[in-house]
T-cell receptor
Framework: LAKTTQPISMDSYEGQEVNITCSHN???????ITWYQQFPSQGPRFIIQ?????VTNEVASLFIPADRKSSTLSLPRVSLSDTAVYYC?????????????WGAGTKLIIKP | EPEVTQTPSHQVTQMGQEVILRCVPI?????FYWYRQILGQKVEFLVS????????KSEIFDDQFSVERPDGSNFTLKIRSTKLEDSAMYFC?????????????FGPGTRLTVL
């Protein structure tokens, strides 16, 4: 299972775009990249997933370069409620033993 | 929107006692998981469960832990003889392989406090 590396923490301000980059140098061919958000004392919540290039949903965008050794989660126009820990994970969903291996995540603090 | 539920939300127990944490996964999901998160630390995988048997387990999931799907809707984690270091948030998750994405749906968690 590939390991991921993310910044431990980031600060930003309301209304700004926030980009969190994750490196996964040992990503395997069948691995997908998935991002989760976790608020204190709550379960993690799925944000977005991708395999390559760019994926966008109503919450975020995910940019994945051609070599797939990194990915960037982009949160447009953040608000105070986006303060949370963001986790980048990689895993092979075709593997019947698919499991999520969690790193420390990035603690994002949004300031007014 | 369907959701994973967990009970109780908070469980306090004495060291050495047995606890059972309960989860109701999303009804059409077939893959179930337990994770734990010690306060201030990262989420740790415990066990995955499919087709009424354990698919994978971590080093943490030793003989004091067991999982069961007793009635087709509930998914339980039993800790036989709790230790102080078992104090943590325990999250249940479920996944539908057929949707084509990696989204595991997490429950709100059970906070276990061992005294």
């Amino acid at each position: 299972l590939a390991k991921t590396t993310q910044p431990i923490s980031m600060d930003s301000y309301e209304g700004q775009e926030v980009n969190i980059t994750c490196s996964h140098n040992n990503i395997a061919t069948n691995d997908y990249i998935t991002w989760y958000q976790q608020f204190p004392s709550q379960g993690p919540r799925f944000i977005i997933q991708g395999y390559k290039t760019k994926v966008t949903n109503e919450v975020a965008s995910l940019f994945i370069p051609a070599d797939r050794k990194s990915s960037t989660l982009s949160l447009p126009r953040v608000s105070l409620s986006d303060t949370a820990v963001y986790y980048c994970l990689v895993g092979d969903r075709m593997d019947s033993n698919y499991q999520l291996i969690w790193g420390a995540g990035t603690k994002l603090i949004i300031k007014p | 929107e369907p959701e994973v539920t967990q009970t109780p939300s908070h469980q306090v127990t004495q060291m050495g006692q047995e606890v059972i944490l309960r989860c109701v996964p999303i009804s059409n999901h077939l893959y179930f998981y337990w994770y734990r998160q010690i306060l201030g630390q990262k989420v740790e995988f415990l066990v995955s469960f499919y087709n009424n048997e354990i698919s994978e387990k971590s080093e943490i999931f030793d003989d004091q832990f067991s999982v069961e799907r007793p009635d087709g809707s509930n998914f339980t984690l039993k800790i036989r003889s709790t230790k102080l270091e078992d104090s943590a948030m325990y999250f249940c998750a479920s996944w539908d392989w057929d949707t084509g994405n990696n989204e595991q749906f997490f429950g709100p968690g059970t906070r276990l406090t061992v005294l």
